[in-house]
């Protein structure tokens, strides 16, 4: 009898802490948990946000920031998807060090990234410190309604009514 009621005890608790309430409500860290990634075992602690302006030459933009000072290098990268040609700007960079709360704006210029046929290019940032190796990614997509905008909105939707 004991023990069923440690177990309904714990379900209970356990249950309560995968809500869609922060961590820290119950207590717990809100630091997103490390991962394991195709990069390897890393902390997606680094904020990334995409802007795209369309035209005939279509500016990417990734916004990257850091809630803490991160003084080793991090390594960025552009993937290109079928069909999408750079016109300016570099494929892979990167970035000596962050500061806390300094956002950095990463620009590529491309070719071919239109409405019509879905299109998609890849950006991806990784820390080098062994450590802590950080890593954040993300995709753009050139048509408004494809699977990947949609998850944007939501997550977006989901930050605007915490």
């Keep these: 009898m004991p023990r069923i009621i440690l177990f309904a005890f714990l379900f209970s608790?356990?249950?309560g802490c995968y809500d869609d309430k922060p961590l820290s409500k119950?207590?717990?860290?809100?630091?997103?948990?490390?991962?394991?990634?195709?990069?390897?075992?890393?902390d997606r602690t680094v904020k990334l946000k995409l802007k795209v302006e369309k035209g005939g030459v279509s500016k990417?933009?990734?916004r990257i920031e850091?809630?803490?000072?991160?003084?080793?290098?991090?390594?960025y990268e552009w993937k290109l998807g079928e069909g999408v040609q750079l016109s300016s700007g570099d494929l892979k960079g990167q970035i000596s060090a962050m500061k806390k709360?300094?956002?950095l704006e990463i620009e590529l210029d491309v070719i071919g990234f239109t409405g019509d046929i879905?299109?998609?290019v890849r950006f991806e940032v990784l820390g080098t410190n062994p450590q802590k190796r950080?890593?954040?990614d993300g995709v753009f997509s050139s048509q408004d309604k494809s699977f990947e905008k949609i998850v944007q909105e939501i997550e977006e939707y989901k930050?605007?009514?915490q």
């Design 60 to 62: 990417l933009t990734a």
């Design 66 to 75: 850091t809630e803490y000072d991160y003084d080793f290098p991090l390594n």
């Design 13 to 15: 608790f356990l249950s």
């Design 101 to 103: 709360n300094t956002p």
């Design 159 to 161: 930050k605007s009514n």
């Design 134 to 136: 950080v890593f954040a």
């Design 118 to 120: 879905a299109r998609f």
């Design 26 to 42: 119950h207590g717990l860290s809100n630091v997103p948990l490390t991962q394991f990634t195709y990069r390897g075992v890393v």
